[in-house]
């Protein structure tokens, strides 16, 4: 069990004074079986009215205007967590048990099928296949074919964008956490593996004392369904455990972004983004 506490700062500076922006925020992780919230809190400047709701996906959302003239917006979540890693059954489904289940469930269903972000070309498909005919468990072969998606994938800040797809950091083989999550979803899926992206974060350093304060980043890895949903971090080729904290899940990033808006003016905007996270007692 693991005590972390998160602070994410984010916003846009405008290059010149904006009329009003509109915006929603998913940056506070909810409680679930393998976490505990024990505080959270949005700051938002300019101030301004919200609303909070939960989406369709369990996503916490804050959801915002501003409607005075302001040249930068600025949001900084703090939580503090109790990460509890999950034990899970050993190999609980087989294939054929596996696809029969996929397409009665809606919350299957919903993450087996490919998005314009996920869909696999035809090499990464094959690799997925082969992987899949030496094993009788689903489990087993979403973890190798995680593990062979990590392994072949270059870490690589700045080659790839939020609209970057899964085929296009494939070809490159570089990216960055995004990319290599919508990789191996369109891996998994193109198998029958229900799967679903993960926004959160992940405390960099496990050897950090209590009440030292590091320097983080947002983070997403994958889940899979094979009977329970389970989790893998591709990009670290590491299970996930009690330095993960999870804030959203979706199809793709698309449905998860840390922020999202819109606003009133001829200017361009620079995102900027800082995260900060202590294990504490």
């Known amino acids: 069990m693991n005590r972390l506490r998160i602070r994410h700062r984010t916003g ?31 700051e938002i400047s300019p101030v301004s009215s919200n609303h909070h709701y939960i989406d369709y996906w369990g996503t916490q959302v804050s959801s915002f205007e501003v409607l005075t003239p302001h040249a ?6 703090t939580s503090l967590v109790e990460v509890r890693p999950l034990t899970h059954l050993a190999h609980p489904m087989r294939w054929a048990e596996l696809a029969s289940t996929a397409v009665r469930s809606t919350a299957t269903v919903e993450h087996s099928r490919q998005t314009g972000l996920t869909e696999p070309p035809a090499d990464l498909q094959a690799l997925a296949a082969e992987i899949v005919s030496r094993h009788e468990s689903p489990c087993d072969a979403a973890l190798e074919i995680c593990t062979a998606i990590g392994d072949r994938m270059q870490y690589v800040q700045g080659v790839t964008g939020v609209h970057s797809t899964a085929a296009e950091a494939w070809a490159d083989k570089r990216g960055v956490c995004q990319d290599i999550t919508h990789i191996a979803l369109g891996a998994l899926r193109s198998v029958g593996i ?21 320097t983080g980043e947002s ?6 369904f094979c009977g329970d949903w389970r989790g893998f971090d591709p990009t670290n080729s ?13 199809r793709d990033y698309d449905d998860v972004p840390p922020l999202r808006g819109v606003f009133a003016g001829p200017f361009g905007s620079e995102l900027f983004v800082t995260v900060e996270i202590t294990r504490e007692a």
């Open 238 to 250: 590491i299970g996930i455990g009690d330095r993960h904290v999870s804030v959203g899940r979706g």
């Open 12 to 42: 846009y500076r405008y290059q010149g004074e904006v009329g009003a922006s509109y915006n929603e925020a998913r940056m506070l992780p909810v409680s679930s079986a393998e976490q505990l919230v024990l505080y959270s809190n949005l």
């Open 72 to 77: 930068e917006l600025t949001l900084t979540a």
């Open 194 to 214: 229900p799967a679903r992206y993960v926004s959160g974060y992940l405390h960099p350093r496990p050897d950090a004392g209590i009440g030292e304060t590091v």
């Open 219 to 224: 983070h997403a890895w994958v889940e899979w």
